[in-house]
């Protein structure tokens, strides 16, 4: 039961990164190619978890950002000074 929601649960957050990336007109070698602290993935990072409840090792492991710390670290840096322009392809 619990692997089958965290399945459930994980694919849900894959959904609505595609999605995301779309937006951002982004793939994943993109994904794969940027830099970890790559402002787009920090912005990206950020709406997931406004979004969803992914956890910053999956976010870290989705979008090539290193481990969970860093992805907290580096949303936290965009929360307090977030770009407008990316700000708006997400919304």
Request: aromatic share 6%; proline share 2%; hydrophobic share 45%.
């Amino acid at each position: 039961m619990a692997a089958e929601m965290k399945a459930t649960r994980e694919a849900l957050w894959q959904e609505e990164l595609a999605a995301l990336l779309a937006r951002l007109k982004r793939g994943p070698a993109d994904v794969e190619q940027e830099r970890k602290s790559a402002f787009w993935k920090t912005a990206l990072a950020a709406a997931m978890k406004d979004r969803t409840t992914a956890t910053n090792r999956w976010l870290g492991e989705a979008i090539n950002m290193g481990v969970r710390h860093e992805v907290s670290r580096q949303v936290g840096r965009w929360k307090r000074n977030p770009d407008a322009r990316l700000s708006k392809q997400l919304a």
